[in-house]
């Protein structure tokens, strides 16, 4: 967009092009995992395994009882960021084409935003 200030109006767009993002997408952006789920899986089985000493034991448990293997992280969710943004891209050209938004620089046809849109929505919703 341009560099001038939106109005009043023009930001209460944006808003609603913001709100207007399915709850369902934002919710699956990002989803939780262990830090290191390999390494506990490695200690849950040396625990089991009769082969292992007791020594190697105590140490493997050590490891799992301490906080640092049952830390999660926040992994963002690529495919659905790029859906999410396709969306609001189509939905902001829209608004520029029946006046609400000010033109912008990059000059993408709304045809090409809903088909590349659409082409992400249909890869989402196959998996």
């Known amino acids: 967009m341009n560099k ?5 109006e023009q930001r209460q767009v944006i808003v609603s092009i913001q709100n207007s993002i399915p709850k369902e997408w934002i919710d699956r952006v990002t989803k939780r995992e262990d830090i290191a789920p390999t ?3 490695v200690m849950e089985l040396a625990l089991k395994d009769p082969d292992v000493s007791q020594e190697t034991k105590k140490e493997a ?4 009882n301490s906080a640092l293997l049952n830390q999660q992280i926040d992994v963002e969710q690529s495919e659905v960021a790029q859906l999410i943004d396709a969306y609001v891209e189509k939905e902001i050209i829209k608004a520029v084409f029946l006046g609400k938004l000010p ?5 993408r046809s709304f045809e090409q ?3 590349r849109f659409n082409k992400l929505k249909e890869k989402y919703e196959k998996k």
């Open 61 to 64: 448990e050590m490891v799992l």
């Open 103 to 107: 033109p912008i620089k990059k000059k």
């Open 39 to 41: 390494i506990k899986e």
């Open 113 to 115: 935003a809903n088909k």
């Open 4 to 8: 001038e200030k939106l109005s009043f």
